[in-house]
């Protein structure tokens, strides 16, 4: 009855993922003639139209750039955050993890008008750096968080005998503890680079041109006010999904070896 349940389960959740791929392949009039009908897939000129006449590589490094540099700041930042908090023993060790929570229960996006007039007094708007700032300080909570959880299971003893040998505190979290934070890191990477990628609300707010464009921001381009290509869209849908998808592919093993960290010994 259980592999049942999550059989459907698997089916529901692939259900709109192929039909977007079946579009992709397909030009508009056929997606609304045959729109449960397997395509050819031997025809690409979608995609081949995505790419000479529309800006679609141009968003999609943008969006690269965009999140792998939050992602590298969120994980450096948040784990050395993380790392004080559950190794160190200090008075403020506890309000300063709970000041990370609070992070956690308010939206950023409430914030919005005050963020608005920060980065224009900063002068970030229209500017990939703005984006950058706003997703670290979105994704450290929760990365602090997780890394804190795991950090405190580790034993102390790893690092009393790396003392006990000369080893400096820099040289006993980067090379001792951190190796053994793989499977929390991959599931901290994870979880802020899905909602980084797929973001489209704040670029909306403070990027202004074409050219520093995000893909979720940039695929609106193919909506027109009175008709849509969407086969175009389906397609950029599609390329707009795969890094995503082969990085949880490729980092899986990890991914689930943190989540059932702690279940068994």
């Given at each position: 009855?259980?592999?049942?349940?999550?059989?459907?389960n698997?089916?529901?959740?692939?259900?709109?993922?192929?039909?977007?791929?079946?579009?992709?392949f397909?030009?508009?009039?056929?997606?609304?003639?045959?729109?449960?009908?397997?395509?050819?897939?031997?025809?690409?000129?979608?995609?081949?139209?995505?790419?000479?006449?529309?800006?679609?590589?141009?968003?999609?490094?943008?969006?690269?750039?965009?999140?792998?540099?939050?992602?590298?700041?969120?994980?450096?930042?948040?784990?050395?955050?993380?790392?004080?908090?559950?190794?160190?023993?200090?008075?403020?060790?506890?309000?300063?993890?709970?000041?990370?929570?609070?992070?956690?229960?308010?939206?950023?996006?409430?914030?919005?008008?005050?963020?608005?007039?920060?980065?224009?007094?900063?002068?970030?708007?229209?500017?990939?750096?703005?984006?950058?700032?706003?997703?670290v300080?979105?994704?450290?909570p929760?990365?602090?968080?997780?890394?804190?959880?795991?950090?405190?299971?580790?034993?102390?003893?790893?690092?009393?005998?790396?003392?006990?040998?000369?080893?400096?505190?820099?040289?006993?979290?980067?090379?001792?503890?951190?190796?053994?934070?793989?499977?929390?890191?991959?599931?901290?990477?994870?979880?802020?680079?899905?909602?980084?990628?797929?973001?489209?609300?704040?670029?909306?707010i403070f990027?202004?041109?074409?050219?520093?464009?995000?893909?979720?921001?940039?695929?609106?381009?193919?909506?027109?006010?009175?008709?849509?290509?969407w086969?175009?869209?389906?397609?950029?849908?599609?390329?707009?999904?795969?890094?995503?998808?082969?990085?949880?592919?490729?980092?899986?093993?990890?991914?689930?070896?943190?989540?059932?960290?702690?279940?068994?010994k």
């Open positions: 009855m259980v592999q049942l349940l999550l059989i459907l698997s089916a529901l959740m692939l259900y709109p993922i192929v039909i977007m791929v079946f579009a992709a397909k030009p508009t009039a056929e997606i609304f003639a045959r729109p449960f009908a397997p395509p050819d897939f031997s025809n690409i000129d979608n995609f081949v139209r995505i790419v000479e006449e529309a800006n679609f590589l141009r968003y999609l490094g943008n969006s690269i750039l965009v999140t792998g540099v939050s992602v590298v700041l969120i994980l450096v930042l948040g784990t050395m955050a993380a790392y004080a908090i559950a190794r160190y023993r200090f008075a403020l060790a506890t309000p300063i993890f709970l000041i990370f929570l609070a992070g956690l229960m308010l939206p950023l996006k409430l914030a919005i008008i005050p963020l608005f007039v920060q980065m224009n007094g900063l002068g970030l708007i229209d500017s990939r750096l703005s984006l950058i700032l706003i997703y300080a979105m994704g450290l929760s990365t602090v968080f997780i890394m804190t959880g795991f950090l405190r299971t580790l034993p102390g003893e790893l690092e009393d005998a790396a003392r006990i040998d000369g080893a400096s505190e820099p040289r006993i979290m980067w090379s001792i503890m951190l190796p053994l934070c793989k499977p929390p890191l991959v599931i901290a990477g994870i979880h802020n680079a899905v909602p980084v990628w797929n973001d489209f609300f704040f670029p909306l990027i202004q041109s074409d050219a520093r464009k995000t893909l979720p921001q940039g695929l609106t381009t193919f909506v027109g006010e009175y008709a849509t290509d086969g175009m869209l389906f397609a950029g849908l599609t390329i707009a999904a795969l890094p995503i998808t082969l990085v949880y592919i490729v980092l899986s093993r990890q991914f689930i070896a943190g989540m059932t960290q702690g279940v068994v």
